[in-house]
C-alpha cells in the first residue's frame, strides 16, 4: 500500500503542517462508502491511548463536526493479549481512567467493554458513518484489524486507520524490513523534519452524543468510564478477576498522559543535558523513563521531540542534521542527539522489524549467520545452569545480574544498558540458545511495563545478534557480541548501582 505525503506549508512560522485531516500523512488503510449515512462516528482506541497528537483521533473528531454527528471514543479490554497481566492492566487503567475524565471535559465519553475487541464491536458497527482506528504492527493487531477491515467492506461501512506511533509513517521510512539502524537511519532522516512539525489543534466537538446512543451503547455492554468508576482503582477491580495472576505493582510508575509529561519534564531539565556521556551508566538514572508510557500510547514520540525543540530552542530541521552527525558532538548536542536517535531511529527499527518480519516473536528471526554460530556453539560447556525459578527471583550467583532482575521485579522497568547485559547472561546460563530465546521473552514480557513491544522483541533478538555485526568468535557465545561483568565494572560502579536497587527495594 502507498502512502504519500500531502503538500506541506514549510513557510508558517509555527511549523505546523496545514492539512484538513491528519498533520502530514494520509491514512494507512482505507475503504470509503460516501453514500452511506449513520448516527455517529465510532473511533476504536487501541494502541494511541491518548487525546494530544493522536492522527487517528483527530481525524476522527474532524470527520465527526464535518457532518454534524457526535464522536463515540470506544476500548476494549481483553485477556488475550499475549502475556499481558494485572501489572501492566493497572498502568494502563490509570491512563485510561485520566484520559476518560479528559474527554468528558470536552463533552466526549470513552466507553469500555470487556471480550473479544472483534465481537464488542461489531454490535455497535452498525450506528456508525465510519469507523475510525489506529495501526498496530503486532500479528495479533494486524490480524484483528485485518478482520475488522473485511467486515467493514463487507458491510458498506467506511473504515479509516491510521498511524499513530511511529514520526515516520514506517511505508514511506522503508519498503522493506532493514538490516540495521545504519540502513534505515539515512532514510529515516531523508524525510523525518515535516513530521516533527507543532501538529494542529483539536477542534472541539460539536455534536454531544445523544441519550439514545447512550443507550445503545450500554445495550451492547459499554460502560462511560468517567460515569461508570469513581477512580482508576474501581476500574482496576472491575478487570481483575478476569486477568492472569498479579506480579505485583510496579513501585516507580503511574500510568496516564499527566505522569508521562511529569517524567518528559524532569528529564528535560535534569538529565537530557548529560545523557549523551551517562545514559549507559546504571549506577546513575539520567534515562528518559518514558518507555511504558510509549509503550501504551499514553504519549506519543513526536510529542516528546516537539517538548524538546521547545526547550532547546530549535527548530524541526535541527533533529535530522543533529542525529546525522552525532559523532562530531560533545556536551548538550551530543545528548540530545543520542536520545533523539534512540527515540527515533532505534524505535522505528523495531517497528520495521514487526512489521516486515512477521516472525518477529521468535527464535527464526535472528539472521542466519547469528543462528548458524549459535547453534555450532550450543554445546559448549556451562559453567551455570539456572532455572526459570531461580532466574525470576534473582538468584544467581552474580550480583549485577540479580540487582537488574530485582529492579525489574520492583519497578516494572530495567536499566536498558543493564538490560543488554541481563539477556546476555541468559544465553550463558541456559542449556542452548533457543531456550534462552524463549526465556528471555517469558521474564520479558511477564515483568517489564513495556513488554510484549515492538521494542522489546527488537531488544531480546539484538541480544542474539540482530541488528548487529559478527563479533570474533568465542565459547557458547559464537560470533554473537559477548558482554561481562568485568566490563561493567571497569566502565561503572556497579557497588553503588546495586545499593541502589536495594534502596529501591526497601522504599
Known amino acids: 500500500m502507498t502512502l504519500e505525503m500531502k503538500h506541506l506549508d514549510r513557510q508558517m512560522m509555527d511549523n505546523t503542517v496545514k492539512d484538513a485531516r491528519i498533520p502530514g500523512i494520509e491514512p494507512y488503510r482505507?475503504?470509503?462508502?460516501?453514500?452511506?449515512?449513520g448516527k455517529c462516528i465510532i473511533y476504536w482506541m487501541q494502541a494511541a491511548q491518548r487525546m494530544a497528537d493522536n492522527p487517528a483521533f483527530f481525524a476522527a473528531l474532524e470527520e465527526a463536526n464535518a457532518h454534524k454527528l457526535p464522536l463515540i471514543v470506544v476500548f476494549c479490554v481483553t485477556d488475550s493479549v499475549p502475556d499481558a497481566n494485572l501489572r501492566h492492566y493497572r498502568f494502563m487503567f490509570q491512563g485510561l481512567y485520566e484520559l476518560a475524565k479528559a474527554l468528558a471535559s470536552k463533552q466526549l465519553s470513552l466507553f469500555i467493554s470487556f471480550g473479544d475487541p472483534f465481537e464488542c464491536l461489531v454490535p455497535i458497527l452498525p450506528l456508525a458513518k465510519t469507523l475510525f482506528l489506529d495501526t498496530g504492527y503486532l500479528n495479533w493487531q494486524r490480524e484483528l484489524r485485518t478482520k475488522l477491515y473485511t467486515y467493514c467492506a463487507a458491510a458498506g461501512l467506511s473504515y479509516l486507520q491510521y498511524e499513530t506511533e511511529p514520526i515516520v509513517p514506517l511505508e514511506i521510512a522503508s519498503p522493506k524490513e532493514e538490516y540495521a539502524a545504519a540502513t534505515l537511519r539515512p532514510k529515516l532522516l531523508k524525510v523525518l523534519e515535516p513530521y516533527l512539525?507543532?501538529?494542529?489543534?483539536?477542534?472541539?466537538?460539536?455534536?454531544?452524543?445523544?441519550?439514545?446512543?447512550?443507550?445503545a451503547l450500554s445495550q451492547a455492554g459499554f460502560l462511560d468510564i468517567a460515569e461508570a468508576f469513581s477512580d482508576s482503582g474501581n476500574l482496576e477491580t472491575w478487570i481483575a478477576k478476569r486477568l492472569a495472576p498479579d506480579p505485583g505493582p510496579p513501585a516507580r510508575y503511574c500510568g496516564g498522559h499527566s505522569a508521562a509529561m511529569e517524567h518528559l519534564q524532569q528529564f528535560v531539565d535534569m538529565k537530557l543535558p548529560r545523557y549523551g556521556d551517562s545514559r549507559n551508566n546504571p549506577a546513575t538514572s539520567y534515562q528518559s523513563e518514558l518507555s511504558p508510557y510509549l509503550h501504551f500510547g499514553q504519549i506519543s514520540a513526536r510529542e516528546i521531540v516537539r517538548r524538546i525543540i521547545r526547550h532547546f530552542e530549535l527548530k524541526a530541521s535541527?533533529?535530522?542534521?543533529?542525529?546525522?552527525?552525532?559523532?562530531?558532538?560533545?556536551?548538550?548536542?551530543?545528548s540530545i542527539a543520542s536520545f533523539c536517535e534512540e527515540l527515533i531511529v532505534r524505535r522505528e527499527l523495531s517497528m520495521n522489524f514487526c512489521h516486515y518480519n512477521p516472525g518477529y516473536d521468535s527464535y527464526s528471526s535472528l539472521p542466519g549467520w547469528a543462528r548458524e554460530s549459535l547453534e555450532i556453539h550450543s554445546t559448549d560447556p556451562r559453567n551455570y545452569k539456572y532455572s526459570i525459578d531461580i532466574l525470576e527471583n534473582a538468584q544467581t550467583h552474580d550480583p549485577y545480574w540479580n540487582a537488574a532482575q530485582r529492579e525489574l521485579l520492583v519497578t516494572g522497568k530495567m536499566h536498558?544498558?543493564?538490560?543488554?547485559?541481563?539477556?546476555?547472561?541468559?544465553?550463558?546460563?541456559t542449556p542452548d540458545p533457543e531456550t534462552a530465546y524463549y526465556m528471555m521473552m517469558y521474564l520479558n514480557d511477564k515483568y517489564e511495563l513495556d513488554g510484549r513491544d515492538p521494542n522489546s522483541f527488537a531488544g531480546i533478538a539484538w541480544c542474539f545478534g540482530k541488528h548487529d555485526r559478527?563479533?570474533?568468535s568465542r565459547p557458547i557465545f559464537g560470533s554473537v557480541r559477548y558482554m561481562n561483568s568485568a566490563g561493567l565494572e571497569r566502565k561503572y560502579d556497579m557497588i553503588r548501582y546495586v545499593q541502589r536497587i536495594e534502596d529501591l527495594q526497601e522504599a
Do not use: C, F, H, T
Not at 445523544?210 to 443507550?215: D, F, H, N, Q
Not at 535541527?318 to 551530543?334: E, F, H, R, T, W
Open 470 to 472: 559478527p563479533w570474533q
Open 318 to 334: 535541527d533533529i535530522p542534521a543533529m542525529i546525522k552527525q552525532k559523532s562530531a558532538y560533545q556536551g548538550l548536542p551530543l
Open 416 to 429: 536498558n544498558y543493564m538490560r543488554m547485559y541481563w539477556g546476555k547472561k541468559l544465553i550463558e546460563w
Open 30 to 37: 482505507r475503504w470509503i462508502n460516501d453514500i452511506r449515512l
Open 197 to 215: 512539525y507543532a501538529p494542529p489543534e483539536l477542534p472541539e466537538p460539536i455534536v454531544k452524543i445523544p441519550g439514545e446512543l447512550k443507550a
